[in-house]
Structures are given as structure tokens and as C-alpha cells.
């Protein structure tokens, strides 16, 4: 199986560490990620906030990219998602011109709608060497990656399930919450800090509260976002892992390494050597 | 549209900044159609139920919350929405447009009004807010992606900017969580630029006259 891959610029980044284990991931499951030749950003929240049509022909580039590898593209950033669909429905419309050629053949997947697939569970169940027994999480889905649910195809926006069944098929031990997909403030964190704090701390002190020994995301922003919260130990210490880094682990348990986990700013090696999980 | 006599006595007790009474109608319903044509959003059918602004998880931080958005635009008051702080506020996080039981796209609506004020000279409430997402732009036409630490720079360098972040202390909190980031290994230095660059900057070039 192949498929296009549509990293988006935080993989460069701040989220390196998750294109690495995504890579890993996908290696595991024999399912081959091209990435998009020359890939360009998708323009983010600066694109529709300023501009409608360049919000509408930014992402266009790449999904014109994807139609000529003839591939559907996975993208593991929910507002690349987001940003993609939205240009693809918006062409389908006509409202602007665009210099590529967009016809909408191909599907703009999220990354953990499509690992979540019945089939996909069940080579990943297949692809478990050691479960990760006894490991309490919440999963925390965020805005872009649900919603408007029109747009995103997700029927159970409210209450979403991907990544909850991705963490139980590695083997943690996930907990049921409120606060799956209350937004945490990231595309507002430079300019209003206040506002964007308020919001974190307050998903970060209900996941403490549900039990939660670490938080599984999806959306590289979220995940900055809920770490940098923790940057000093006084306010406690909940480490947050993308789904790919639990897979990873679940998949190569005896080559885990604390290395994987450098780039986290709450310290998750010392909750996996007591949980037995990394050497 | 139809003004009913509550509504003329809401509108006159209300003065603009100008201080003269505002007179209905003097937009009409252009304003409206002119949301309603631009956004696809089914404006004039809201009933103001405020589910949106209940949702909304930053309307506690809002001038014009959410509902009352949507009846500004019913009554043509373009300019109090330009000038409010709710349109660079809004998180986009689409909680109001999934809740509506009218199916009124609250969130474009504020989007869109967010871009009207980007192009008018109306100064923004939240100008850092307002700067940043143009840096964002300028940088995405500069290498075709956006590396964060060339952001953050390019963004503190715009006019006002750091000076305004050395005033409210927040420059101190930023080189902390720059000082981190960096520890971690997470800001990298050299930004990535795009092959096809050209491509991109002649979109920059076309971006006027938004609608074909």
C-alpha cells in the first residue's frame, strides 16, 4: 500500500520527533509514505485570517501534487487536515481560480481516522511485540481534527474514537474524559498568552483529575502547547506523547530507547521505566 | 430589512464613536447581504438562541461575544465589529458553527470579518495578534514553509512589536520558552525553502481581487 504524505512545516520542527515515529510506525505496517515532491505550507490560520482565496489555493499546490502521484494524502497535522479539505471543497465550489488542476479525485485522509480503520486496528494488534500494560492516558483530539464536522466527515465529533482505539490497540489503559476536543488555545499562544494559558491549564489539570498518567495527541501544536505548560516541575508532570510514539514503542519494545523522548519537555522516562515499558 | 419599534429604540440609545445617533438604515441590509453572499453563511436566519457564544470557549475574553456578532451584522454595524477585539480573539476552533441549530456559520462569519478588518485601516484591537498572523504570511512567501525561529524573529523585528513585549514583561517569558525549546532540540536554525518558491510568490502577486 502507498500513500502520500503531507507532513506540513511542524514536522521540520517542533514536532521532528513525530515524523520520526510515524516513519517508524509505517515501516512497521508495510505501508509506504511518499512524501509530496517539493511540498509547500498550507497557510495555517494566517491564510484564512487574512486572505480567503490564498487560504483556498495555498493547500491547492499540494493537493494538485498528490493528484499527479495519483496517491491519497495522509496528513498527521490536524490543520493541515483541516486547511486541505477546506481547499478541496472550496475548488469543487469554483469560487476562485487556481493555477493548478484540482479535480478531487483523490481523499485527504487525517492520520488516525485511517490508522483507526477496522482493518488498519488489526495489522496494527498483529504488529504488537510488547502491550503497554498498565499505562493510564487520556486522549486529547483538539478542534482542527473534528471539526465543523461537515467538512471533516467525523460523525462522532462530540465524542471521537481514533485515537482512543489506536492507544488501546497498543495496549494502554484509556480513560474516558470530557475534554477530548475542548480547543487548548495554540493558534492564539503568541499575542495572548493569558487566554491560551488559561485554556491549557485547565485540560491539563482535568486529565490529572480523570487519573491520567500522560495525554496521547495527534495535532503537533496541541502537543507543544500541553508541554510547554509544564516547563516548570512545580506544576506537576504529565507527559505528552503523539499516538505514533506509543505505537513505536508497542511495536519495538526491546530497542526502546530514552533517546525517542529527548525532544519532550515533561520528562516521560521515568513514568515508562516504572511502568517496565523502556529499559 | 424590517426594523421593528424595539429595535429603532436600541439602535438610537446607542452612540457610535463619532457621537451622533445612528439612524437604521442608512446601510440597509447591504452589509448582510454582503456577509451572507461572501461567506455562504446563513446570517439572517439566526434567532439568537446564544448557543454559539455558550459554546465558545473564549467568549469570556470577547467584546461582541459570538450571537451578538451575527445580530450586528443583521443590523449593518460594520464598523463596531471591525473595531471590536472578538474578530482577532476568535480561536477558529468551529465550537459556534457546530452547535447552531440554524446551521449559521458563526466561525467564518468571524473569519471573514477578521480579513475585512485586516484590509481596511481600521487599526486592530489586537494588534500583535493581528501583526503575527501577517508575519506568518510574509515568511510563508519568503521560503514557501515556515520555520518557527525565523517566525518568532521576523515577528518581534515588525514596528511596535518589541517594544510593546519589553513593556508587559512578556519578552521575558518568550526567551524563557525560546531557551527551552532550544534545549530540547526543538527550534531549528535553518529554515527550508521551497523549490518551486516562484510559484508560490506569484500566488502572493494575484492575491488581489479575491474573487474570480
Not at chain 1, 220 to 225: G, I, K, T
Amino acid at each position: 500500500m502507498k500513500l502520500a504524505f503531507y507532513p506540513g512545516c511542524s514536522l521540520e520542527g517542533m514536532a521532528n520527533d513525530y515524523a520520526r515515529s510515524i516513519l517508524a510506525v509505517f515501516n512497521h505496517l508495510d505501508i509506504t509514505l511518499v512524501e509530496i515532491d517539493d511540498w509547500s505550507c498550507c497557510g495555517a490560520t494566517a491564510a484564512h485570517s487574512l486572505s480567503e482565496k490564498m487560504a483556498v489555493v495555498l493547500p491547492a499546490r499540494n493537493l494538485a501534487a498528490a493528484e499527479i502521484m495519483g496517491l491519497d494524502i495522509v496528513s498527521p497535522c490536524a490543520n493541515c487536515f483541516n486547511r486541505l479539505l477546506f481547499s478541496k471543497a472550496m475548488i469543487q465550489k469554483k469560487i476562485f481560480d487556481v493555477p493548478w488542476t484540482v479535480t478531487g479525485s483523490i481523499q485527504v485522509h487525517d492520520m488516525t481516522r485511517f490508522l483507526a480503520r477496522p482493518d488498519m486496528v488489526e495489522r496494527i494488534e498483529a504488529r504488537v511485540r510488547k502491550p503497554l500494560k498498565g499505562l493510564k492516558v487520556v486522549c486529547y483530539y483538539g478542534c482542527q481534527m473534528v471539526r465543523p464536522p461537515r467538512l471533516t466527515g467525523f460523525t462522532d465529533y462530540e465524542n471521537p474514537m481514533t485515537l482512543d482505539r489506536l492507544a488501546t490497540a497498543a495496549g494502554a489503559k484509556v480513560l474516558d474524559w470530557s475534554y477530548k476536543t475542548t480547543c487548548c488555545g495554540a493558534s492564539i499562544g503568541i499575542g495572548r498568552r493569558d487566554i491560551q494559558e488559561s485554556l491549557t491549564a485547565r485540560l491539563l489539570e482535568k486529565a490529572r483529575q480523570t487519573g491520567a498518567e500522560a495525554v496521547v495527541v495527534s495535532c503537533p501544536l496541541c502537543q507543544v502547547n500541553l508541554d510547554l505548560m509544564q516547563r516548570d516541575k512545580a506544576s506537576g508532570h504529565l507527559p505528552v506523547f503523539y499516538f505514533t510514539e506509543l505505537l513505536r514503542l508497542a511495536f519495538e519494545a526491546e530497542n526502546g530507547s530514552a533517546e525517542w523522548f529527548r525532544m519532550h519537555i515533561a520528562d516521560p522516562v521515568p513514568l515508562l521505566r516504572a511502568k517496565d515499558l523502556l529499559l | 430589512m424590517e426594523t421593528t419599534a424595539k429595535d429603532r429604540t436600541e439602535i438610537e440609545s446607542r452612540k457610535v464613536s463619532s457621537g451622533k445617533r445612528r439612524l437604521i438604515g442608512d446601510r440597509g441590509s447591504h452589509f448582510l447581504k454582503r456577509m451572507e453572499g461572501e461567506t455562504g453563511a446563513n446570517i439572517a436566519a439566526c434567532y439568537q438562541c446564544e448557543r454559539c457564544t455558550n459554546a465558545c470557549p473564549v467568549s469570556f475574553y470577547m467584546d461582541v461575544k459570538p450571537h451578538q456578532v451575527i445580530r450586528f451584522v443583521q443590523l449593518g454595524w460594520r464598523e463596531e465589529l471591525l473595531r471590536s477585539a472578538t474578530i482577532w480573539v476568535c480561536l477558529s476552533c468551529e465550537m459556534c458553527t457546530t452547535y447552531c441549530p440554524n446551521e449559521v456559520a458563526v466561525a467564518e462569519t468571524i473569519l471573514h470579518l477578521r480579513s475585512l478588518a485586516a484590509q481596511s485601516t481600521i487599526a486592530p484591537r489586537e494588534k500583535q495578534l493581528a501583526v503575527f498572523h501577517q508575519t506568518f504570511l510574509d515568511e510563508l512567501q519568503r521560503f514557501g514553509r515556515v520555520n518557527e525561529a525565523w517566525l518568532m524573529a521576523a515577528l518581534n523585528l515588525k514596528p511596535g512589536i518589541l517594544k510593546e513585549k519589553m513593556r508587559s514583561g512578556q519578552l521575558k517569558t518568550e526567551i524563557e520558552l525560546g531557551l527551552t525549546l532550544w534545549r530540547k532540540g526543538k527550534l531549528k536554525l535553518l529554515p527550508k525553502r521551497c523549490e518551486a518558491i516562484k510559484e508560490i510568490r506569484d500566488l502572493y502577486r494575484n492575491r488581489q481581487g479575491d474573487r474570480s
